[in-house]
């Protein structure tokens, strides 16, 4: 059984950064992408970034060039390097997981087969 347990958010002024990590168990994830989620209150939710076993990356277009995805095969962890924050950024941010090996980033877009309980980021003045 995958569990993927998120940390690292909390609150933020716009124009700052905050770094999120997604620590994965019960098996190893290297092979498969894993990546990050949000929504925000009333509002759907929306894909923001997603990496695979090769280091493809993909992106929302809402948070090109600010976010940065990366992982840590051997912590069996993903981060999110978030900056230049701005309110519309604040959400619940949700790591997931492809159930496939050797998926390309995109996939993770329409499969992702686990999640984890989602972590509140606020950017506020």
């Known amino acids: 059984q995958v569990q993927l347990v998120e940390s690292g958010g909390g609150s933020v002024q716009p124009g700052e950064s905050l770094r999120l990590s997604c620590a994965a168990s019960?098996?190893?994830?290297?092979?498969?992408?894993m990546g990050w989620f949000r929504q925000a209150p009333g509002k759907e939710r929306e894909f923001v970034a997603a990496i695979n076993y090769i280091n493809k990356v993909d992106y929302g277009d809402t948070v090109k060039g600010r976010f940065t995805v990366s992982r840590d095969n051997a912590k069996n962890t993903i981060n999110l390097q978030m900056n230049s924050l701005e309110p519309e950024d604040t959400a619940v941010y949700f790591c997931a997981a492809n159930g496939e090996r050797f998926e390309p980033p995109t996939r993770l877009k329409n499969a992702s087969d686990y999640w984890g309980q989602g972590t509140e980021v606020t950017v506020s003045s």
């Open positions: 019960g098996r190893a994830l290297s092979d498969n992408t």
